[in-house]
């Protein structure tokens, strides 16, 4: 990942400061609920982008990759909502009428979800 040791610290202590992760010194570090909860809605914006991309306007798989990593972090919980409406919309998944909330994590246990 080409980090330093003083970023990745940084970072922890932020996180930790943030009550996302546990951590003490040259201990475990271990995802707080709230740490795993926005890391699920992290992992659902990315999956939800990608499809998006891939699916809808058939960009490269390479490049959906490239293109959900980069926006799965800066996307609204509503903007995920209305967007994976959208998806389920135009792919044909409208009989699924899973009333799809970003915070319910209905998509990432769906047993209709593509595997990327």
Request: proline share 3%; hydrophobic share 35%; charged share 35%.
């Amino acid at each position: 990942m080409n980090c330093t040791k003083p970023s990745v610290n940084k970072a922890i202590n932020h996180l930790k400061k943030e009550k996302l992760l546990n951590y003490e010194a040259y201990g475990t570090i271990e995802l707080t609920p709230e740490g795993e909860s926005l890391a699920k809605k992290v992992l659902e914006a990315y999956d939800i982008v990608y499809v998006f991309l891939k699916d809808v306007l058939n960009l490269e798989k390479e490049e959906a990759k490239k293109e959900a990593e980069k926006i799965k972090s800066v996307i609204t919980d509503d903007t995920a909502n209305s967007l994976a409406k959208y998806v389920h919309k135009v792919l044909g998944l409208n009989e699924l009428d899973c009333g799809y909330d970003i915070g319910k994590e209905k998509c990432r246990n769906c047993v209709r979800r593509k595997p990327t």
